[in-house]
């Protein structure tokens, strides 16, 4: 009989549909007992025995391959790839899928959210009214800023589609392959990065974690942004420098950041100190809608290769030959 790891965390609870496609094919399986994003040592001692792994980002390391004595297929409840080791999956013969399309809304909406805090200061007069501070803040409306958004894949072409309801708003874009279309249909222009950083008002970062954008953004490029720019990161942990922004926004440069991401999560380090920085717990897809059609469809994935169907959602050759330029 055949086994299927969960270690994605929380799995089934706003929506038991997962758990009930699973339990009606008859196959054993283990959620995470440890309740927690599992460490590589931690997924090492416990996927031996697994068949399928149902995935979130724990690190899928080669090590872990090492130790995945009967594993075959890693479907990944997300879209990040970054974790996973797909070339020592390869090597070993295990099929990876993921689920590209679900999360894109939540992450989406979620960016619009912050954008709003950080133009109003709501973060910031929240804090003060738990304080006893009665102080009203000026702030800016969307429509009357810059944008910069570098990105524009499923998650950014949202991010700019949102933005009509709000009076199309300037938008500076940047994208390896630019969507000349949205340039006519948004005030929309097509720009270098560092054209973004000098010009935007709010800069949103929607990126997968590539050897291209690791530590793209570090204390030269925030120090070129205006001094009360903002910052998002709804993409991934590792593109902007974390100390890099603390120590800028703790010498007073930039207005506000809002980062969902991190380095190394639970996230525990010094931005927690900086008032007019929004953090959230990587939660950009945790709308109930959204975070339930990723675990169907990862689960429906995991069902369709072990009744020997073909899968609908395999990672894409182009995701294997970044990591390969990643190593060069």
């Known amino acids: 009989m055949p086994k299927i790891l969960i270690t994605t965390v929380p799995f089934g609870k706003k929506n038991s549909l997962p758990l009930e496609l699973i339990k009606s094919s008859k196959i054993n399986y283990l959620i995470n007992p440890l309740n ?10 416990m996927i031996s025995d697994f068949d399928v792994l149902i995935a979130g980002t724990e690190p899928i390391t080669a090590e872990v391959i090492k130790s995945a004595k009967n594993l075959k297929l890693i479907s990944r409840v997300g879209i990040g790839l970054d974790n996973i080791d797909l070339l020592a999956a390869r ?16 992450v989406a909406e979620l960016t619009i959210g912050l954008m709003l805090s950080l133009l109003r200061s709501i973060h910031i007069s929240n804090d003060e009214m738990h304080s006893g501070r009665w102080h009203r803040f000026f702030g800016h409306r969307l429509e009357e800023v810059t944008l910069g958004i570098i990105g524009v894949g499923r998650i950014g072409t949202k991010v700019i589609n949102h933005t009509k309801s709000f009076g199309l708003p300037k938008i500076m874009a940047n994208d390896l392959c630019p969507d000349i279309k949205l340039s006519n249909k ?22 997968p974690l590539t050897h291209l954008t690791e530590n793209m953004i570090r204390k030269e490029h925030l120090m070129i942004m205006k001094s009360n720019a903002f910052i998002i990161n709804t993409a991934r942990g ?8 603390y120590e800028v926004m703790e010498n007073g440069h930039l207005g506000g950041a809002a980062i969902d991401v991190f380095n190394f999560e639970p996230y525990s380090g010094p931005l927690n100190k900086i008032k007019r920085c929004v953090l959230t717990a990587h939660m950009g897809s945790m709308s109930v809608d959204c975070r339930t059609k990723m675990e169907i469809e990862a689960t429906e994935e995991a ?8 899968l609908k959602q395999k990672v ?6 970044l990591q390969e330029k990643r190593l060069r």
């Open 238 to 245: 590792g593109i902007i420098n974390e100390q890099d922004l």
């Open 303 to 310: 069902l369709r290769f072990l009744n020997d169907e073909e």
């Open 316 to 321: 894409p050759d182009s995701e294997y030959l």
């Open 186 to 207: 948004f005030n929309l222009q097509w720009a270098c990065k560092e054209k973004i950083y000098r010009e935007a008002d709010i800069i949103s970062l929607h990126l």
């Open 36 to 45: 927690k994003k599992l460490t590589e040592e931690e997924l090492s001692h």
């Open 91 to 106: 090597k070993k013969g295990i099929k990876v899928s993921y689920t590209p399309d679900a999360p894109a809304p939540a």
